[in-house]
């Protein structure tokens, strides 16, 4: 596997475990969260199997929608 592969990987299951992490401290469910973002369900459960690739866009909007930072770029 290329090691761009394998780095995606890491920083994709990652990602996941802060969405999860920020949901659980909300009390929040993936419905809740689709609510929010105004994404469908089955959108956030793509995203929350890791069968999603996400955009900068969706990440901006899931951070928007829940208050916090999933990612730290700046």
Partial sequence: MPTSTRLFQQKHKALIKRLEEV???KE????DLANATGLKDSAISRI???DANLTLKTIT???QALGEQLINIL
Avoid: N
Wanted: charged content about 25%; hydrophobic content about 40%; overall charge positive.
């Fill in 23 to 25: 949901l659980g401290k």
């Fill in 28 to 31: 929040w469910t993936q419905r």
């Fill in 48 to 50: 929350m199997h890791g």
């Fill in 61 to 63: 909007m899931l951070e």
